[in-house]
């Protein structure tokens, strides 16, 4: 298989509303689409809004949430040290890569739903028909995205994220600014789900979405198809 450029893009926002707890992004949904890629053969590089470390969701890295993959990804110290200095988002050239992957934790509903330089990033994949994949709360970066005629790119696609069910379970659906699943279908996406933590995928075309931290993996083999 011809070595595909894939930039995988992690939020830079640790705060979790006004709770005083912290947040970022979630590491099975970083480890295992990384490993996916890596053992396909491809390249990644790996951004940030800020550059650098990117903050690790605390509760992501607790023993009910470890898997093969973070284990494999903690013990990597190439990995690591992709990780702690992450390109700034501000200074990524769309053209370099040939898809563009987003894993989720709550960070990105703060920073990438709304940051100018992740939204003209999927555009520019987008209409340079270069799949766009995003994981969990990650699809939030698509929220702000327009398409050619300027409509919402997701108005009439299918995708999924987060549910609302999911976000009650987690018991944050009054801290978050946005619940995905209603969000989505306020701009005229086809929103769809599976079981509450059960792997679930969405393909419209270039999009390509991922419900939770379950879906990572077959969410990153989906992409790696793709570009195959």
Same mark, same amino acid.
């Given at each position: ?121 999927? #555009? ?9 994949? *995003?994981?969990?709360? &990650?699809? $939030?970066? %698509? @929220?702000?995205? +327009? ?55 969405? #393909? ?9 931290? *379950?879906?990572?993996? &077959?969410? $990153?083999? %989906? @992409?790696?198809? +793709?570009?195959?």
């Amino acid at each position: 298989m011809e070595m595909k450029n894939i930039l995988v893009v992690l939020t830079s926002h640790d705060a979790l509303g006004d709770t005083g707890e912290k947040t970022g992004f979630w590491l099975e949904e970083l480890a295992a689409p990384y490993y996916a890629f890596v053992d396909a053969g491809h390249k990644l590089t790996l951004a940030s809004p800020a550059g650098g470390q990117p903050p690790l969701d605390p509760k992501s890295n607790e023993t009910d949430f470890q898997t093969e993959d973070t284990h494999r990804f903690e013990a990597d110290a190439e990995a690591k040290e992709a990780l702690a200095n992450t390109h700034k988002l501000a200074d990524i050239d769309a053209s370099q890569f040939d898809a563009i992957f987003y894993p989720g934790g709550h960070g990105p509903l703060w920073d990438l739903r709304e940051n100018a330089d992740s939204i003209k990033l999927i #555009e520019t994949f987008y209409s340079s028909n270069k799949p766009v994949a *995003a994981v969990c709360h &990650a699809p $939030a970066v %698509l @929220l702000n995205v +327009k398409d050619n005629q300027g409509n919402a790119l997701v108005a009439n696609k299918k995708v999924t994220g987060f549910t609302n069910g999911e976000e009650a379970a987690v018991e944050l659906t009054d801290v978050v600014p946005v619940l995905l699943e209603d969000a989505f279908k306020s701009l005229g996406a086809n929103y769809q789900k599976g079981d509450d933590w059960s792997s679930f995928v969405v #393909e419209d075309g270039l999009l390509l979405t991922g419900q939770n931290p *379950a879906s990572s993996k &077959a969410l $990153a083999e %989906l @992409l790696v198809s +793709k570009l195959a």
